[in-house]
Nanobody, 116 residues
Framework: QVQLVESGGGLVQPGGSLRLSCVVSGSIFNIYAYGWYRQAPGKQRELVAR???????NYTDSAKGRFTIARDNAKNTVYLYMNSLKPEDTAVYYCKADILFLADCWGQGSQVTVSS
C-alpha cells in the first residue's frame, strides 16, 4: 500500500507564496506519476500540476508561470511551490499517486486560503 501525507497549507495574503509537501511511503515502486489537485467549495476537483517518473510536468493554465511541481526522490516527497497566489486559488489541495495496476492513492488534503 501507498500512503500520502500532505502539509504546508494555511492562510496567505494575495501575492504571497506557499509550499505544499506530500510525503510518500509504502510500496512506491509502482508509482508512475504524482499530481496535485484542488477542490474549491461548490466546485469539482481539478488537476493543478502533474509530474511523471521521467520528470515530465504539466500544469493547468491557471497555474502556469506561478506554480511549480517538484520531486525529491531522496526524501520521497513531492512539492507544490505556489507563488503570486490569488483568492481564486483558495481550495483544499490534494496529492495523488498514480499506481501501475492498482487504484490511485490520495492524500487527506491541505487547506489553502488566500485572503487579505
Amino acid at each position: 500500500q501507498v500512503q500520502l501525507v500532505e502539509s504546508g497549507g494555511g492562510l496567505v495574503q494575495p501575492g504571497g507564496s506557499l509550499r505544499l509537501s506530500c510525503v510518500v511511503s509504502g510500496s512506491i515502486f509502482n508509482i508512475y506519476a504524482y499530481g496535485w489537485y484542488r477542490q474549491a467549495p461548490g466546485k469539482q476537483r481539478e488537476l493543478v500540476a502533474r509530474v511523471d517518473i521521467r520528470g515530465t510536468t504539466n500544469y493547468t493554465d491557471s497555474a502556469k508561470g506561478r506554480f511549480t511541481i517538484a520531486r525529491d526522490n531522496a526524501k520521497n516527497t513531492v512539492y507544490l511551490y505556489m507563488n503570486s497566489l490569488k483568492p481564486e486559488d483558495t481550495a483544499v489541495y490534494y496529492c495523488k499517486a498514480d499506481i501501475l495496476f492498482l487504484a490511485d492513492c490520495w492524500g487527506q488534503g491541505s487547506q489553502v486560503t488566500v485572503s487579505s
